[in-house]
């Protein structure tokens, strides 16, 4: 829920409430005042009747009251004078002043005056009073009520007004690019956003200086050491050609699949550092999926043949909008961990397939697989699933699914990996947006 609906629900329920409160102490206030203002009125009518001239008769003079809104008897000497014609003939018990009672089958309030030889006995019932408080609540607080949905609308416009500065920022930093470090420079005079906007433009100010520095240091080092790795490997192979000792030449041998393993990483680092979202999307183009998967495979052949693997690859032709570079680099990294972790004799096979969401890649292979905690720490640069002691005895820089998961980035696609039915792993690459041959 937004700041805008809650702030726009919290003030609404606080006057909602705030209302009941007031129409609660209202009512009693009104019923107080009521009862007061009726009261002396019950007295007047019985001083009235008290002072009237009637004289004792045989028959009582009967009035019919229908709307029995004031009842009374008037007696003297214990005879009755007259009375409403609801009221038993006999005399009602009552104390002189105020109480309430039960009479003529409905609750009254009641008042007994007396002087000299006669006495006066008015009442009045009790829902004459509640019906008289309730008219007077109501209308002066039926107004207010039908103000609440005004007040609603009145209230939503100012918040949101209030929040303009919070909404303008959102959108600013939604439609900025990754790379875009660029402090927020517009004035604010709300006290609140300022501190937010120093704040932000202190973040973007190092963030920058961490994303440059983690950015370009790798790609920088592993360049430079590139020209010095390859003096190394010319050196150790011109030694090798020129040493008869066999030990010698195990040694040299040794010392060049440590050159070709520190390379190797050197390439890594620098595919790594080419793989930026913002760098590649600019020059897309349309690619054929199966066509670069038939020729990773074509340049890894080698390697399946060498552990005398079986591969096959299945599926229709998709046409993806992308970058061959990093199309190739994704498919070659997946295919090279399937050859890598696979045992010899082992078994390899690529779909391509349409689904609901768009597009799959997938590779299925019969290694050893992996746990859930090693599926949730793959993608962490340099963590090799078992390190050097993986059963495979396979090297590697701990670099290739991190690329990987770079350039899923690059297309917006998703990566899902799982158990396959040959018993090794299942690594699932799902795009969208992308078209059948």
Not at 124 to 138: N, S
Not at 178 to 206: C, G, H, M, S, Y
Not at 238 to 256: F, G, I, R, T, V
Not at 417 to 422: F, I, K, P, T, Y
Request: hydrophobic fraction near 40%.
């Amino acid at each position: 829920m937004s700041i805008r609906k809650r702030l726009t629900l919290i003030l609404l329920s606080m006057m909602v409430l705030t209302c009941f409160l007031a129409l609660v102490k209202g009512y009693q206030k009104s019923m107080h005042h009521g009862e007061s203002l009726l009261d002396d009125e019950l007295k007047i009518v019985a001083g009235v009747l008290i002072e009237q001239p009637l004289a004792l008769s045989t028959d009582a003079v009967q009035v019919s009251n229908n709307s029995a809104q004031l009842l009374y008897q008037i007696w003297q000497n214990n005879n009755l004078l007259s009375g409403s014609s609801s009221l038993s003939n006999n005399q009602i018990s009552f104390s002189e002043g105020f109480q309430t009672a039960n009479v003529a089958g409905q609750r009254m309030r009641v008042f007994v005056m007396s002087k000299n030889t006669r006495k006066v006995i008015v009442a009045e019932p009790m829902a004459k009073r509640f019906e008289l408080a309730e008219a007077v609540i109501l209308s002066a607080m039926l107004p207010m009520l039908w103000a609440v949905p005004l007040l609603a609308i009145f209230i939503s416009f100012f918040v949101k007004y209030a929040l303009a500065p919070l909404t303008r920022l959102s959108k600013q930093l939604a439609s900025r690019q990754a790379n875009d470090f660029t402090p927020i420079n517009w004035q604010v005079t709300d006290e609140e956003i300022k501190p937010v906007i120093n704040r932000l433009n202190d973040l973007f100010k190092r963030v920058e200086t961490a994303y440059l520095r983690e950015r370009f240091f790798a790609s920088d080092a592993a360049h430079e050491l590139r020209t010095p790795l390859s003096s190394l490997k010319i050196n150790v192979h011109n030694l090798a050609n020129k040493q008869s000792n066999l030990q010698d030449h195990q040694e040299l041998q040794a010392m060049s699949q440590g050159i070709n393993r520190l390379s190797n990483i050197v390439e890594q680092m620098l595919i790594l550092g080419r793989t930026q979202p913002e760098q590649w999307q600019r020059q897309f183009s349309e690619q054929s999926l199966l066509t670069i998967t038939q020729q990773v495979v074509s340049e890894q052949y080698d390697k399946i043949d060498e552990k005398n693997q079986t591969i096959s690859l299945e599926g229709d032709d998709f046409i993806i909008n992308g970058d061959e570079f990093t199309l190739t680099t994704l498919i070659a990294n997946l295919l090279s961990n399937a050859i890598k972790y696979t045992p010899n004799n082992g078994q390899i096979i690529i779909k391509l397939a349409s689904s609901n969401n768009g597009f799959s890649w997938q590779i299925d292979d019969s290694g050893a697989g992996m746990t859930e905690e090693q599926k949730e720490r793959i993608f962490n640069r340099f963590y090799r699933v078992g390190g050097d002691q993986h059963p495979s005895g396979e090297q590697g820089a701990g670099l290739g699914m991190a690329i990987v998961q770079h350039i899923i980035a690059i297309y917006g696609a998703t990566i899902h990996l799982a158990n396959s039915h040959l018993g090794g792993l299942t690594v699932k690459v799902t795009f969208t947006g992308v078209k059948s041959d």
